[in-house]
């Protein structure tokens, strides 16, 4: 149990620290990481996107209605 502890208090330091050196990079650099988060943003729409045409063409080749958005995928 005693090596559970510390296991999580040194987690816990690791991920404090990542945050302060994380925090300071945005201050210091924003333009960097706020393009980052637009192309991350955009790439999972471009994603998705692709997908729900490639469901939506797969349900008319076999003769279902395409569904609207992921009405079909979901049940």
Do not use: C
Not at 5 to 28: C, D, H, M, N, P
Not at 68 to 73: C, D
């Amino acid at each position: 149990m005693e090596t559970l502890i510390k296991r999580l208090e040194r987690s816990t330091f690791i991920q404090a620290a990542l945050y302060v050196v994380i925090g300071l990079l945005i201050i210091l650099y924003p333009r960097i990481f706020f393009d980052a988060i637009v192309y991350l943003v955009a790439a999972y729409f471009a994603i998705i996107g692709l997908v729900a045409i490639i469901q939506g063409l797969r349900h008319k080749r076999d003769g279902l209605p395409a569904g609207f958005l992921w009405e079909s995928s979901i049940y």
